[in-house]
């Protein structure tokens, strides 16, 4: 049986809307990012119920794709999903993967909010998430017993795994 709600997580840089988009297509889901609710154009921030409101929302149907890391979403996330896929990454290959995207002028991460790259988010990438915010993720997914949980570095990883359902 091919899966029909998804959550992706891990850390910005490691592909997850990549692969989002991807099987969005490939299995004819719809994708919602947790970044399009979190944020408001110009980057300006919801507050935190709201962001956790929203992301609710978006996992309320039938079929759905969810990605993102906000951890206060993740186990309204992952309550009715039948997939959890954490996407493993080096931080340093995903902080040059956000820099690149950003210095190619790549994709916006929420409607009116173009990519950007400072120095509290590389600190995330490179510290705080790998050192802190990981563990409390992979805490979350252990604890769960909703949907299998697969660990993958590449796309080529998911394809077999959804292929060999």
């Not at 692969?19 to 609710?37: C, T, Y």
């Not at 951890?71 to 690149?100: E, F, G």
């Not at 173009?114 to 790998?130: A, R």
């Amino acid at each position: 049986m091919k899966p029909e709600k998804i959550v992706i997580v891990g850390s910005p840089g490691a592909g997850k809307t990549t692969i989002a988009s991807r099987l969005s297509q490939e299995l004819n889901l719809p994708h919602h990012q947790v970044d399009h609710v979190a944020y408001m154009p110009s980057w300006k921030r919801r507050q935190n119920d709201e962001i956790i409101k929203l992301a609710t929302k978006q996992v309320k149907g039938e079929k759905w794709i969810s990605d993102g890391i906000y951890i206060k979403t993740i186990p309204a996330r992952i309550k009715n999903a039948d997939l959890i896929i954490y996407v493993k990454s080096n931080p340093v290959v995903c902080a040059w993967r956000v820099t690149k995207r950003w210095v190619n002028g790549g994709s916006y991460q929420a409607p009116g909010c173009p990519s950007k790259v400072d120095y509290p988010f590389l600190k995330y990438i490179l510290w705080t998430y790998p050192f802190f915010h990981k563990k409390q993720i992979l805490n979350m997914l252990d604890k769960q017993n909703q949907a299998p949980v697969i660990s993958i570095k590449t796309y080529n990883e998911i394809e077999n795994y959804i292929n060999e359902r």
